[in-house]
């Protein structure tokens, strides 16, 4: 069975900084693309930034040139560095991993900005 397992997340000051970190387990193969997405209250679900396994990016116009994404293909692993963080950050991020037509969520880690 193929477990997500997000940490990292946290209440910081607005200008402040966290890193995520997601690490998969239960599977022997790697993700072609691996993901962060953020759901705000009141809100849909929304791509924050994906990577792919031989690292090409994309990120959501909102955060670019303060989140960045990176990956460990061997350890299975991608990370969020968010640095400069504004209150309308604030939601739970989830991490995504896919594989052809394999589509896996973690649980959540609930990120809180504070101004």
């Known amino acids: 069975q193929v477990l997500l397992v997000e940490s990292g997340g946290g209440l910081v000051q607005a200008g402040g900084s966290l890193r995520l970190s997601c690490a998969a387990s239960?599977?022997?193969?790697?993700?072609?693309?691996m993901g962060w997405y953020r759901q705000a209250p009141g809100k849909q679900r929304e791509l924050v930034a994906t990577?792919?396994?031989?690292?090409?990016?994309n990120y959501a116009d909102s955060v670019k040139g303060r989140f960045t994404i990176s990956r460990d293909n061997a350890k299975n692993t991608v990370y969020l560095q968010m640095d400069s963080l504004k209150p309308e950050d604030t939601a739970v991020y989830y991490c995504?991993?896919?594989?052809?037509?394999?589509?896996?969520w973690g649980q959540g880690t609930q990120v809180t900005i504070s101004s």
């Open positions: 990577i792919t396994d031989v690292g090409s990016t």
């Open positions: 995504n991993a896919k594989r052809s037509i394999a589509n896996f």
């Open positions: 239960g599977i022997i193969f790697s993700f072609n693309v």
